[in-house]
């Protein structure tokens, strides 16, 4: 750099996409400067300029974000970018030192992000916390095991019934997942809004609505991309963007609909809870084909506020030893004992049961990986007897998910 960097919020939402542009690679338009306004937090944005030039960009979310039995306040990180000219130079981590210090500040106790490199957010103590699976099933093979004894409708409804019936059903739902983020009506405006660089191609949003007595209990949000062979069979791709329920009836009969589609040949879902029904809904669940990459990154902030504000499903005590470099608050070594009334996080003066870093904690916080997996890896240090229990304490009824990337 030319000059000593100086970090600080952006001026506009233009003046930061132009430098997200040139991070990513790719050109926006004034439709994409729109559509990022919509839930932009200009004054959370931490921004690195050398001289009148933005060359790195870090912008976060206020967010809530549920936990195992409750919610917490959480700062969302986003629009990381560092222009190609300024890499390896330490403007990533002066980004995230400052945003940290920004969510420690403002007394959330966890932070979240989604990373468009897996490899890069460890080292700031972020944990991949929640798996989206990706699914596959050809139409030819999506017949179920069981037919849906369905008492309930469904029907097609346009964005603006989506609009108003959509954010009911996710309000119900919300409570119940580890991972899910409040949607405020700017991010239910973002969620909806289908701008034509989205697509990909593929159609607008489509959305069908099941209701039960007249009580809307889910939704499929989906496109469809029109595709023919060359003899004129048609084989269209029907792609799922959300899938949201109250119950296991609700799913059951909005899958049904997504694989009954005239003139589709392959349904596709990108983002599904690690325990989503499907594959056991089919008669040949070999057909279906999953796969699975990271999700949502967590780490913790505060780690007593962060215990203390999750559930418990039974009882337990664990004496641990974190390390965290870079909140070096949260160092040193915890007693949490817990139980479904509730938890209490301490410092301790005890030997440690078990050791691990502030990523490894991240991870396993939401109850969807095992502390046995991740010693097996030896990224975490404890007897047989310690991971098992910590196993037991930590783990939550339900797969954590976020349905929401930002």
């Known amino acids: 750099m030319s000059r000593d960097p100086e970090i600080r919020p952006a001026e506009s939402a233009e003046a930061l996409q132009e430098a997200m542009a040139e991070g990513f690679g790719f050109d926006w338009t004034a439709d994409h400067v729109t559509h ?54 330490g403007l990533l981590r002066a980004m995230m030192r400052a945003h940290l210090d920004d969510v420690r500040e403002r007394e959330e106790p966890l932070a979240v992000l989604w990373a468009s490199e897996s490899g890069i957010y460890g080292r700031f103590g972020y944990g991949s916390a929640a798996l989206a699976y990706r699914g596959r099933i050809e139409r030819a093979h999506g017949a179920f095991a069981r037919p849906v004894e369905a008492a309930g409708q469904l029907r097609q409804i346009d964005v603006e019934e989506a609009r108003k019936l959509l954010p009911p059903i996710y309000e119900r739902v919300l409570p119940e997942r580890p991972g899910h983020i409040a949607r405020s009506e700017a991010w239910w405006e973002s969620h909806l809004a289908d701008p034509v660089w989205e697509r ?132 040193g070594t915890w007693e949490l004992e817990a139980g479904p009334d509730g938890a209490r996080c301490c410092p301790s003066q005890a030997e440690p049961e078990l050791r691990l870093g502030a990523e490894e904690l991240g991870t396993v916080y939401l109850g969807g990986d095992r502390f046995a997996a991740l010693a097996g890896a030896g990224r975490i240090e404890g007897s047989t007897d310690a991971i098992r229990r910590a196993d037991r304490l930590f783990r939550w009824h339900c797969a954590p998910w976020c349905p929401e990337v930002f």
């Open 36 to 89: 990022l306004a919509r839930t932009l937090e200009l004054e959370r944005t931490r921004c690195v300029f050398d001289g009148a030039q933005m060359v790195g960009t870090c912008g976060a979310h206020s967010l809530r974000l549920t936990v195992p039995g409750g919610s917490l306040p959480t700062g969302g990180t986003t629009f990381i970018t560092v222009r190609a000219t300024h890499r390896r130079q």
């Open 200 to 331: 990909d191609g593929a159609s607008k949003f489509r959305y069908v609505l099941y209701e039960e007595a007249g009580e809307p209990r889910g939704f499929l949000q989906y496109r469809i991309q029109t595709r023919w062979h060359d003899s004129g069979v048609p084989n269209h791709i029907l792609s799922v963007v959300e899938l949201q329920s109250v119950d296991a009836v609700a799913r059951a009969a909005l899958w049904r609909y997504a694989l009954d589609v005239d003139l589709v040949g392959t349904v596709i879902a990108w983002n599904l809870p690690a325990d989503d029904s499907l594959p056991w809904l089919l008669a040949d669940a070999r057909r279906y084909r999953p796969s699975w990459r990271d999700g949502l990154w967590l780490r913790l902030m505060d780690v007593p506020v962060a215990l203390e504000g999750r559930r418990w499903e039974t009882e337990g005590r664990i004496v641990f030893a974190l390390r965290d470099e870079l909140c070096p608050w949260n160092e």
